[in-house]
């Protein structure tokens, strides 16, 4: 028997290999973006008492009644626009889940999917899956800023969706309002839809606001607009986030997710839908990593690397360029293994070959993580060139 794979240039994630080899050769691991300090013990009190006061069955299949009506609240409270929780909101098994679900309600044979690269390597196999043609356009290097006229030269009759991310994973880089509007005269009068990566939503710096796609009704009224409960409540094991979209989107969208996961943890939806209303642990978030980045980048700047800006999300992006000629995956591997820190190479980000010498660490980790690894790249400096 010979299984055909629908995805035959696909292998494991660059996340799982960077960790293993982390596992296997003992460095410490500042590649995959997880947190190694632990959730609120609140939040896990929460967890527990749910289960222990027996809610352990099947959630209803878009989401508990009480965390949908939170979550809608919520929107309001940041971004000044109130959805029907019944009709517009959906929680999901994590943002994964929801990207998923949203391409797979609206991209048929030989639709075209503009993608921005680097991007969340989630996005390129699920498109194809569903017959779907990327078309990737690469941020502008070294900001990673886009390109408008690019992006409208590339639009054609057959383009059905474009995927964007802000705070944008790896780059750092946050969308500003002009983007926003750039993206609205482009959109407008059209039967383009949207998928807006938001999971990182709550971990933006320097004061700057998030650009929601919700706060604009252009873009609102064709989007898919995805959050993670994991990234913003360090608990990306739970798998939590929801997916907020007009309510004839929900109702596809809800088509696919009832035969893909049906419905999602139980109890832990009961523990969110108390935790979300305290409104100072997703506000604060902003500050709490914004000292992390800080403090990393004042770690880092004692090291050889350039490190290039970073406004979102908890990864600074280094340039080795003046070190090393190699390649950014044999680079990252060497270092790993010779220096004892596991990063990530931006360039698997990238559809086609593309090699700017970059690497991208993760700071949401407790100090001694993040001091641990500067302290071997230090002491292993001479190896950093080549």
């Known amino acids: ?23 296997e050769v003992g460095a410490v691991n500042l590649s995959q973006g997880f947190p190694d300090f632990p959730a609120d013990t609140e939040m896990i009190h929460l967890v527990t008492k749910a289960m222990q006061n027996g809610q352990n069955q099947y959630a ?58 680097p991007a969340y390597d989630l996005y390129l196999p699920v498109i194809e899956l569903f017959g779907g043609k990327v078309v990737p356009i690469s941020l502008q290097f070294p900001a990673y800023s886009v390109n408008w006229e690019e ?24 969308w500003q309002q002009k983007d926003m509007l750039s993206l609205v005269e482009l ?19 320097d004061k700057i606001a998030h650009e929601s796609a919700i ?8 989007c898919f607009v995805i959050s993670s409960f994991g990234k913003t409540y360090h ?23 009832q035969f893909n996961t049906f419905s999602t943890n139980t109890p832990m939806q009961y523990a969110m839908a108390e935790f979300v209303k305290q409104e100072d ?18 770690m880092l700047q004692e090291t050889p690397f ?19 000629n190699e390649n950014e995956s044999d680079y990252a591997i060497r270092l790993t293994k010779e220096v004892g820190v596991a990063t990530i190479p931006v360039s698997v980000f990238y559809q086609k070959p593309t090699d700017n010498k970059v690497l991208r660490f993760c700071f949401a980790k407790q100090y001694q993580t993040l001091e641990a690894g500067i302290e071997r790249i230090l002491k292993n400096k001479e190896k950093l060139y080549k």
């Open 60 to 117: 209803p299949m878009p989401g508990l009644p009480a965390l949908r009506e939170i979550i809608a609240h919520k929107t309001e409270r940041c971004y000044g626009y109130l959805p029907d929780w019944n009709t517009e909101l959906t929680v999901v098994s994590g943002a994964s889940e929801a990207i998923f679900n949203a391409i797979a309600c609206t991209v048929s044979q030989g639709d075209e999917v503009i993608i921005f690269e």
């Open 151 to 174: 992006v409208k030269q590339k639009i054609s009759e057959k383009t059905k969706l474009i995927i964007f991310n802000t705070p944008h994973n790896p780059s750092g880089a946050v």
């Open 235 to 257: 608990t990306t094991g739970w798998k939590l986030g929801y997916c907020l979209a007009p309510a004839e989107l929900t109702k596809e969208f809800r088509k696919i997710h």
């Open 187 to 205: 959109v407008k009068n059209t039967n383009i839809f949207l998928i807006s990566d938001e999971v990182y939503e709550h971990i933006i710096f």
């Open 281 to 298: 642990k997703y506000l604060s978030l902003p500050d709490f990593y914004q000292e992390r980045r800080d403090k990393f980048k004042k």
């Open 1 to 23: 028997m010979q299984l055909h794979s629908k995805l035959p240039h696909v292998g494991t994630t660059i996340f799982s290999v960077m960790s293993a080899l982390a596992n």
């Open 215 to 222: 706060k604009y009704e252009e873009i609102r009224k064709r």
């Open 306 to 324: 350039e490190l290039l800006d970073c406004k979102g999300t908890y990864f600074q992006l280094v340039s080795y360029k003046h070190l090393s």
